[in-house]
């Protein structure tokens, strides 16, 4: 009998589905983000601004430090910036 | 974790600069960002630890912008992104799985840092859990979609394209009309994704 795997089975699909989010046309994303695309954006730009910090004071204490790396746990935003 | 030895002032024969990618990076469109987003959520999906997409968008941010990982010429700045942020959640899978091992067993085999038996690695049970409330979740997605959910059967089973519409009987046009329903349900659902 076949052993059932499934997260290779997840893998492959969400793989096909990170496809299908890069190939939406700026059209599709906008027609279903609608109103929220802007605080959408804004917040993405929020991430972005924090891992130029980190990123900064990563090379500030040097890369083996490791400082801010996802096993130090979440931080990147406060919790109300977390939105899912 | 590894760091290859590439700075960010320095580009190498297989990749753009850190600049460069940075420069992209600050230059991404509102869809873009709202990709980024997505993508971040889809991948993080799951995660123990209270890790989240936002987390995982700035692990990644960082590494390209500290020269960690090379921007290959001739990929797209938001799949290369994307591909960077898999890397991360399993890298951060395996971490996890690794440390669990020790904390049970310090005294058997696995301590002497000999790499994970990939056999096992599949079979963490919760990592297994995660894949499987996964899979129903996208099933659960797209269950008013009769194409889609038989697009997804084949994908998961590692199916391409024109084996997916020989399988199933799809045609090559109700294939491609379904994964643009597809797209499209994904990005409307896309604020119920991340939470396991």
């Known amino acids: 009998m076949t052993r059932w795997h499934p997260r290779i089975e997840l893998a492959r699909v969400l793989e096909a589905l990170s496809e299908d989010i890069i190939a939406a046309s700026d059209g599709e994303v906008r027609e279903m983000h609608g109103r929220a695309l802007a605080s959408t954006s804004r917040e993405v730009k929020l991430v972005i601004k924090a891992a130029r910090a980190d990123e900064g004071s990563r090379a500030m204490v040097g890369a083996d430090a490791e400082l801010g790396s996802l096993s130090a746990g979440p931080k990147r935003l406060p919790p109300h910036q977390q939105r899912h | 974790m590894e760091r290859s030895t590439v700075t960010s002032e320095v580009g190498s024969a ?151 519409c020989r399988a199933y009987g799809i045609s090559a046009l109700d294939y491609d009309t379904a994964r643009r329903r597809m797209r499209r349900t994904l990005l409307r659902h896309q604020r119920n994704w991340s939470a396991p």
């Open chain 2, 14 to 164: 297989a990749g753009r600069t850190a600049a460069d990618a940075a420069s992209a990076i600050q230059a991404l469109s509102e869809t873009d960002l709202v990709r980024l987003k997505a993508l971040a959520q889809l991948w993080s999906r799951g995660l123990p630890g209270g890790i989240g997409w936002a987390d995982v968008l700035n692990e990644a941010i960082v590494r390209v912008l500290d020269g960690s990982r090379v921007w290959p010429f001739g990929v797209p700045i938001v799949a290369f992104l994307s591909g960077v942020m898999r890397s991360i959640c399993d890298d951060y899978w395996r971490r996890v799985r690794h440390e669990q091992r020790l904390l049970v067993s310090r005294d058997e085999h696995g301590r002497d840092g000999s790499p994970v038996d990939p056999i096992d690695e599949l079979a963490d049970p919760e990592r297994m859990a995660v894949a499987v409330a996964g899979l129903a979740e996208i099933f659960r997605l797209f269950a008013a979609d009769p194409v889609a959910l038989k697009i997804i059967d084949g994908l998961a089973n590692g199916l391409v394209a024109s084996d997916i």
